[in-house]
C-alpha cells in the first residue's frame, strides 16, 4: 500500500493550458508539501500544508495554487501553463520520530 | 550564500571503491541532518539521519557531521553499482523548513 501517491505520473500538455497534480498520503501526517525538481536534480520547496493550512509559500508564482481539502490530500493546480513550467512535481508528507520527509514517485510535467 | 551547497557531480567510480559525497550549509541553527537516496525516475528516500555532530554508520554507509565547520558527509564503502543514484543532502533544524543541496549524482562503473 502506497504511504504518499500522486496523480498523473506524467503530463505534456501546451502552453497556455490549466493542469492539476493530486496527492493523497496514508502514513496519518499532518503535514504534506509541495516540491518542484528541474533538469538539473535541484528540489525546490514550493508549499507546505499543515493540517489543511497553509504554512510555507516560497515565493511562487500565483498561477500556481494549491489546494488541501482534508489533512490526507494535497492537490496542486496550475494556469497558464509556461515552458518553465516543465519538472518533476514531488508530494511529500512529514513526520515519524525524525521528522523525515516522505516522498511520492513524482509528477513529470511537460510543456510544449 | 545558498544555504545547502553541495557538489552536483556526476561522480563515477569503478565497483568496490569508497565513495565521499559531501555537503556545506550556513545556518548554524542546524541540528538534523539527512541524506536521501534518489533512483532515476523515483522519488528521494531516506538514507541516513543523524543529529548533532558526530558519526553514525549502517551498514556500508557511515554519515558525519561536523557542526563547527558545518560540514556533513557520507561514506560508502565497498560501492555497488545499485548505488548509482542521486545523494541529496538535506540539514534541518526543528523550526525550519527542509531545504536540500543540489544533489550530487553518483555512478559506480562495474
Known amino acids: 500500500d502506497t504511504a504518499v501517491s500522486q496523480t498523473p505520473k506524467y503530463l505534456v500538455t501546451q502552453m497556455g493550458n490549466d493542469k492539476s497534480i493530486k496527492c493523497e498520503q496514508n502514513?496519518?501526517?499532518?503535514?504534506m508539501y509541495w516540491y518542484k525538481q528541474d533538469s538539473k536534480k535541484f528540489l525546490k520547496i514550493m508549499f507546505s500544508?499543515?493540517?489543511?493550512?497553509?504554512?510555507i509559500n516560497e515565493t511562487v508564482p500565483n498561477r500556481f495554487s494549491p489546494k488541501s481539502p482534508d489533512k490526507a490530500h494535497l492537490n496542486l493546480h496550475i494556469n497558464s501553463l509556461e515552458l518553465g513550467d516543465s519538472a518533476v512535481y514531488f508530494c511529500a508528507s512529514r513526520g515519524g520520530p525524525t521528522g523525515e520527509l516522505f516522498f511520492g514517485e513524482g509528477s513529470r510535467l511537460t510543456v510544449l | 550564500q545558498k544555504e545547502v551547497e553541495q557538489d552536483p557531480g556526476p561522480l563515477s567510480v569503478p565497483e568496490g571503491a569508497i565513495v565521499s559525497l559531501n555537503c556545506t550549509y550556513s545556518n548554524s541553527a542546524f541540528q538534523y541532518f539527512m541524506w536521501y537516496r534518489q533512483y532515476s525516475r523515483k522519488g528521494p528516500e531516506l538514507l541516513m539521519y543523524?543529529?548533532?555532530?558526530g558519526n553514525k554508520e549502517d551498514g556500508r554507509f557511515t554519515a558525519q557531521v561536523d557542526k563547527s565547520s558545518k560540514y556533513i558527509s557520507l561514506f560508502i564503502r565497498d560501492s555497488q553499482p545499485s548505488d548509482s543514484a542521486t545523494y541529496l543532502c538535506a540539514p534541518y533544524s526543528s523550526a525550519s523548513k527542509i531545504i536540500f543541496g543540489s544533489g550530487t549524482r553518483l555512478s559506480i562503473r562495474p
Open positions: 543523524t543529529y548533532s555532530s
Open positions: 500544508y499543515n493540517n489543511k493550512e497553509l504554512i
Open positions: 502514513l496519518g501526517h499532518d503535514t
